[in-house]
């Protein structure tokens, strides 16, 4: 299985669009080697505007140039685009709905070895609270494209969450994203795992590991976290009766809330969020942060096998 | 206060006139919106009308029937709690009705407290969480550029608001990229909410720090028509580097019981001070019909 960082997908992605329409500029805060949007620079220098290492000021930047007609791209680590730039997105981007793309690298503990203040567990939260704003988590490099692509269509604000390191390839060309959509990427009768980014191939290979348990485990690619797919989620609660989600993010806010959101009002079933407690990251290498946070195919087994057992007694 | 080396202005003095009767007109807009909100920021609005007044009825290019015209000029009211000022003169200029402006802050009206671009034809974009109207006057001059477009950028900010890091970052990036279609303009009144600029975080000396920051800055009396005008003439001829106005001004500027009061600035009229205000201004009125 090929093994891409999303972050590289966004990198072509963003030069397929340049080559296409000439209304895309790109913004990045000096990071732009990282962000893979270099990529885009080297190819189109004119359409691309180092804003140095000032990322509210980027954020607002960007707003002028939709303002100007132009359909701006923004990057930096996760954590400085949504956190540090977070009130600017919020007054003058979100609340004008201004047609402003914020794809963020670096999100979550698979940073790795920059450690806790470079990893973003929060980030989700914090633009999915936001009205206006949409949220898609891709879950490997295919998707990350299609979302790339598919955002021009979208006249407003929209954040996609990229990473850094490289994860497997899951999906091959034929793959639709639809906004507002999550997908059933594995049937089952017995547990819902509904999983964003990159815990959709760990919850796949979960899956695995309980299907040799006995357990029939339904796998859900939630990559629309905003909006969200009420349908789906109603669907798979009342086919299972049982839900689990999991996301590399904190357990407060992301996925998780999402989808307990939905359920609480209308189908109540227990759910299981599994995610980073309440704690900020650590450096270390990104397979072993995904092992220590219990975010790895075999945890992710364990824990669903034991919330089961917990209802079923 | 003088501008070194003043370019001529091509007015007559009848056009003259008719800027200070407008500016008069748009105070006592200003003055009953506020009164009849019973909320609102007064001194802020009133310092800025002598330089709205010129950038809307003498140097800038719109159409108020299509408030979205490719080469209007642009104008970013940073300082977003300046509402009102912005409103009166939006009304004045056709974009929309006299009446609306008794509407304003009221449940259900057009007027929102601060700018709200969704809500009201000829407001750019929201503004009134202070510091970001600057980086978002450099994004769109540096996409009009990139367009090939003789649409100039205008942006007004208030003094208090130069303590926002926001702002810095964003002087920063005007020089760096040159953007000499963009003109700022600083309100200096030298109030914020709780006292003088210069008391609660100094940011003087304001004109050596943006001629640091790569600025073609002028000083001007923010009330007079023709140092505003040639200011923004020199602005509009000056190639290679933003200019910055910083218009010393007059908190609450054209009624005596608001000049230079600290409380004003968030404060409206009560029954009382709009019967006196009105007053005022009516008098400022029948003086500019007798002597001109």
């Given at each position: 299985m090929d093994r891409v960082a999303t972050r590289d997908a966004y990198g072509e992605a963003l030069v397929e669009l340049g080559e296409k329409y000439s209304n895309i500029v790109v913004l990045d805060a000096d990071l732009s080697g990282s962000t893979r949007t270099s990529k885009f620079a080297r190819k189109f220098p004119e359409r691309f505007f180092n804003m140095g290492v000032a990322e509210q000021n980027m954020m607002v930047t960007a707003a002028g140039f939709a303002l100007a007609g132009f359909i701006p791209y923004v990057s930096t680590f996760a954590i400085f685009a949504t956190g540090r730039a977070w009130e600017p997105i919020r007054q003058s981007i979100a609340y004008s709905?201004?047609?402003v793309k914020i794809v963020a690298s670096h999100a979550g503990i698979t940073v790795g070895e920059d450690g806790g203040s470079h990893q973003s567990i929060e980030d989700i939260a914090l633009m999915r609270v936001?009205?206006?704003m949409y949220v898609f988590v891709p879950a490997d490099a295919v998707e990350t494209k299609k979302i790339i692509k598919k955002i021009m269509e979208i006249d407003g604000p929209c954040y996609v969450r990229t990473g850094r390191s490289k994860v497997p390839v899951i999906f091959d060309n034929s793959y639709e994203f639809t906004p507002g959509k999550g997908k059933i990427v594995r049937e089952g009768k017995d547990v819902a795992i509904?999983?964003?980014?990159?815990?959709?191939?760990?919850?796949?290979?979960?899956?695995?590991?309980?299907?040799?348990k006995g357990i029939s485990a339904l796998v859900v690619n939630m990559s629309s976290i905003k909006p969200i797919d009420r349908e789906l989620i109603e669907e798979v609660?009342?086919?299972t009766g049982k839900i689990v989600t999991v996301e590399e993010h904190s357990i407060y806010g992301g996925l998780g809330s999402a989808v307990s959101e939905v359920i609480g009002e209308t189908k109540p079933v227990p759910v299981k969020i599994i995610g980073i407690r309440d704690r900020f990251g650590i450096s270390g290498k990104a397979e072993e942060l995904v092992r220590y946070f219990k975010l790895d195919t075999e945890s992710i087994a364990r824990e669903v096998e034991s919330f089961l057992s917990r209802i079923n007694d | 206060m003088e501008i070194?080396?003043?370019l001529p202005v091509d007015i007559s003095r009848q056009e003259l006139i008719n800027l200070k009767q407008k500016a008069i007109t748009i105070r006592k807009k200003i003055v009953k919106m506020l009164y009849l909100a019973g909320s609102g920021h007064t001194g802020g609005s009133l310092s800025i009308v002598e330089i709205l007044v010129s950038l809307y009825f003498k140097v800038m290019k719109y159409d108020p029937r299509n408030p979205q015209w490719e080469e209007r000029d642009r104008l970013i009211l940073s300082k977003g709690h300046a509402a009102p000022a912005l409103y009166a003169v939006l009304s004045e200029a056709g974009f929309f009705s006299e009446e609306d402006l008794w509407t304003l802050r009221k449940l259900g009206s057009h007027l929102q407290g601060h700018p709200d671009s969704k809500a009201t034809p000829g407001v750019e974009i929201s503004t009134g969480s202070l510091g970001q109207g600057l980086g978002i006057a450099n994004g769109l001059a540096l996409g009009l550029k990139l367009k090939k477009s003789?649409?100039?950028?205008?942006?007004?900010?208030g003094d208090g608001e130069m303590q926002e890091g926001m702002v810095w970052e964003a002087a920063m990036a005007s020089g760096h990229y040159r953007l000499d279609n963009l003109c700022a303009i600083l309100d200096n009144n030298n109030l914020q909410i709780d006292g003088k600029v210069s008391d609660i975080m100094s940011i003087y000396p304001i004109e050596d720090k943006l001629r640091a920051f790569g600025w073609n800055v002028l000083t001007i009396d923010g009330h007079d028509f023709e140092s505003i005008l040639s200011a923004l003439k020199i602005a509009e001829k000056t190639k290679g580097k933003p200019t910055f106005i910083v218009a010393k001004t007059v908190k609450g500027k054209g009624v005596s019981i608001f000049e230079n009061k600290v409380k004003y600035h968030g404060v409206a009229p009560n029954e009382e001070e709009y019967r006196i205000a009105m007053e005022e201004l009516k008098q400022q009125e029948e003086e500019l019909r007798k002597y001109g």
């Open positions: 709905n201004i047609n936001i009205p206006n509904i999983a964003t980014g990159i815990e959709v191939y760990e919850s796949l290979k979960a899956a695995e590991i309980l299907e040799k609660a009342e086919r | 070194e080396n003043p003789s649409s100039r950028v205008y942006v007004i900010l």
